[in-house]
């Protein structure tokens, strides 16, 4: 079955940066592309941005534009999240998501917890 | 960008009730609109996409419908499993925006 594995959780200072990995089985990785959506404590859902894992092109919401890397290793069908010059504002939960079904996030990682703190 | 703006925020409901959640956009998205269910603690889950399709395995009561800039999710009958948070989510270009959440509640 498609599984989504994504790293555990971490705790950083603001200033510095985070990588998130999302190991993914079950499925052809570089078939569907994976999106990485946030969640604030007690908040809705964001959207942050897309990867195609086959083509390795990737795309963001304008708020992270410059900040936010999305990446893959097509070897071990894993893709990568990391955001830089963290603040309080980026604690959160954060999930990576196998796009299927024409961009419905069909299958979900289980989130991965970044605490900002000082 | 597209906003997605869902009514109500809260709705209060019985077992048994009929509930229905609106999900308008800010422009056209055509059917590019997908509704996933998250209860606490845990990661949202697909319920429907293509504004009308549900998912494998996603109950009969669960009914989605729309098109253009309003859409709609039914429980046509609510169960305990259902008391929940749900989103709706445009995927008609990028930046996929999602609404703000409408939690169902006892």
């Known amino acids: 079955q498609v599984q989504l594995v994504q790293s555990g959780a971490e705790v950083k200072k603001p200033g510095t940066s985070v990588k998130v990995s999302c190991k993914t089985s079950?499925?052809?990785?570089?078939?569907?592309?994976i999106h990485w959506i946030r969640q604030a404590p007690g908040q809705g859902l964001e959207w942050m941005g897309w990867?195609?894992?086959?083509?390795?092109?990737?795309g963001n919401a304008q708020k992270f534009q410059g900040r936010v890397s999305m990446t893959r290793d097509t070897s071990i069908a894993t893709s990568y999240l990391e955001l830089i010059n963290v603040t309080s504002d980026d604690t959160a939960m954060y999930f990576c998501?196998?796009?299927?079904?024409?961009?419905?996030?069909?299958?979900w990682g289980q989130g991965t917890l970044v605490t900002v703190s000082s | 960008d597209i906003q997605m703006t869902q009514s109500p925020s809260i709705l209060s409901a019985s077992v048994g009730d009929r509930v229905t959640i609106a999900c308008r956009a800010s422009?056209?998205?055509?059917?590019?609109l997908a509704w996933y269910q998250q209860k606490p603690g845990e990661a949202p889950k697909l319920l429907v996409y293509?504004?009308?399709s549900l998912d494998v395995d996603v109950p009969s009561r669960f009914s989605g419908s729309g098109s253009g800039t309003d859409f709609t999710l039914t429980i046509s009958s609510v169960q305990p499993d259902d008391f929940a948070t749900y989103y709706c989510?445009?995927?008609?270009?990028?930046?996929?925006?999602f609404g703000q959440g409408t939690k169902v509640e006892i």
């Open positions: 998501t196998r796009s299927g079904l024409g961009g419905a996030s069909a299958s």
């Open positions: 079950g499925y052809i990785f570089t078939r569907d592309d």
């Open positions: 990867i195609s894992p086959n083509r390795g092109v990737s």
């Open positions: 422009q056209s998205i055509s059917t590019w």
């Open positions: 293509r504004a009308s």
């Open positions: 989510q445009h995927y008609d270009r990028y930046p996929y925006t």
